[in-house]
């Protein structure tokens, strides 16, 4: 079984200032993770995954995020936000399996507000 | 292009009334399924997902069903609302292959 921690429910920042989103996550098994961003009363849109390869990513929105395998984490990252990043957050992990549903499991979002 | 569909986008239900909800999903064949719920400032809690027709699995025991008739259609039912059942309800759909889950605009339930 897996888990996801996002250490921080609420992160105000500035805009044009930079952010970072914490994530890490426990699994027994190689895993694949994903960030998803939520504006209100909206479903998930993917900003970005790590499947494989290198372990910096490069989503949508200018966001990317790096992968830690040795620190079990996959912090998200954008050098400037703005005020349309005002959102909540998502990590996800599920584990590498062939043949069967992915289960993802969500950690419990981090809201990010950009002030002006 | 993919595109999935929910309905409604929000409903009021009294304590005690059935439930039915529906996800489709156009652009693709075979999908896996899955139906989320996600509780006021929570994460989302995977309820049921299905690889094909007529196959289900449960997640979480609870007064929820699920049931997929057609390969693209997904739908959520509910004898007996309880008050515990208010909540964001999202469907997902990914191919067989190694891609990520993609979510509908979800559902608004509230019990009253």
């Known amino acids: 079984a897996q888990s996801v921690t996002q250490l921080d429910s609420q992160v105000p920042v500035f805009e044009e200032a930079p952010v970072e989103l914490r994530c890490n996550y426990s699994?027994?098994?190689?895993?694949?993770l994903f960030w998803y961003v939520q504006y209100p009363n909206q479903g998930l849109q993917l900003l970005l995954k790590y499947l494989s390869g290198s372990t910096l990513v490069k989503g949508i929105n200018g966001f990317e995020a790096e992968f830690n395998k040795s620190q079990t984490s996959f912090h998200l990252r954008k050098p400037s936000v703005h005020i349309s990043d005002t959102a909540e957050y998502f990590c996800a992990v599920t584990h590498i399996s062939s043949g069967s549903a992915r289960q993802l499991t969500f950690g419990s979002g981090t809201q990010l507000t950009v002030l002006p | 292009s993919q595109t999935i569909h929910q309905w409604p986008a929000t409903l009021v239900q009294p304590v005690g009334s059935p439930l039915s909800l529906e996800c489709t999903v156009e652009?693709?064949?075979?999908?896996?399924l899955y139906w989320y719920r996600q509780a006021a400032g929570r994460g989302l809690q995977l309820l049921f997902y299905?690889?094909?027709?007529?196959?289900i699995s449960s997640e979480v025991p609870q007064n929820l069903s699920a049931s997929r008739p057609q390969d693209r259609q997904f739908i959520l039912s509910s004898k007996k609302l309880l008050l515990s059942d208010s909540g964001f309800y999202l469907c997902?759909?990914?191919?067989?292959?190694?891609?990520?889950?993609?979510f509908g605009d979800g559902t608004r339930l509230s019990i009253l």
């Open positions: 699994s027994s098994v190689s895993v694949y």
């Open positions: 652009g693709t064949s075979n999908p896996n």
């Open positions: 299905s690889v094909g027709i007529g196959q």
């Open positions: 997902a759909w990914s191919a067989q292959a190694e891609e990520p889950q993609h």
